[in-house]
């Protein structure tokens, strides 16, 4: 079976710094990792995904994730937040081949302080 | 940009009552979801549903749950005889194949009293 922890479950962060979210995920067979977004009364906008290839990804409003297998993370980073960023992220995961289930962690709010 | 649509946002029901969440997938997609989320708790699969069939579902997914596509647009989440601990914000997901991205409705929140 697969786990994500995101052991942050809220990150206050001033308008402009940068900030990291943290995700570590435990599985014994390959998998395919996301980050998806839920802004306040909304549902789940896929952020960015990890299939192969180049272990940093980059998805939409300025966000990349790096995938370090040897630390089983995928942390979630931005250099320079806005307002409009302040929402709950979700780190899931889904093992790879023809399995569907979509494993998600607790999610962290990110609350981006004026 | 193609969208899941989930109908209705909101729905209060009472204990013992039966409720169908509706959902409308992204047209060309063969794949379909439902998960839930319980008030601050994390999003939970439920099932999930492929040619006419389920191809996977969780513990959660008993007897008291059954999905539906009873045309080429919709896909239901039917809860025969709803419980205090049914209340959730249910999502409705859909994806191309199994390998691809499963893409998110807004969800429907249900109350049960």
């Known amino acids: 079976a697969q786990s994500v922890t995101q052991l942050d479950s809220q990150v206050p962060v001033f308008e402009e710094a940068p900030v990291e979210l943290r995700c570590n995920y435990s599985?014994?067979?390959?998998?395919?990792l996301f980050w998806y977004v839920q802004y306040p009364n909304q549902g789940l906008q896929l952020l960015l995904k990890y299939l192969s290839g180049s272990t940093l990804v980059k998805g939409i409003n300025g966000f990349e994730a790096e995938f370090n297998k040897s630390q089983t993370s995928f942390h979630l980073r931005k250099p320079s937040v806005h307002i409009s960023d302040t929402a709950e992220y979700f780190c899931a995961v889904k093992r790879t081949g023809g399995y569907q289930k979509v494993t998600f962690g607790t999610g962290t709010k990110l609350q981006v302080i004026p | 940009e193609p969208e899941v649509t989930q109908t209705p946002s909101h729905q209060v029901t009472q204990m013992g009552q039966e409720v169908i969440l509706r959902c409308v997938p992204i047209s060309n997609h063969l794949y379909f979801y439902w998960y839930r989320q319980i008030l601050g708790q994390k999003v939970e699969f439920l099932v999930s549903?492929?040619?006419?069939?389920?191809?996977?579902k969780s513990e959660i997914f008993d007897d008291q749950f059954s999905v539906e596509r009873p045309d080429g647009s919709n896909f239901t989440l039917k809860i025969r005889s709803t419980k205090l601990e049914d209340s959730a914000m249910y999502f409705c997901?859909?994806?191309?194949?199994?390998?691809?991205?499963?893409?998110f409705g807004p969800g429907t929140r249900l109350l049960v009293l």
């Open positions: 549903f492929y040619n006419n069939e389920i191809s996977e």
């Open positions: 997901a859909s994806s191309w194949d199994s390998q691809e991205t499963q893409y």
């Open positions: 599985s014994s067979v390959s998998v395919y």
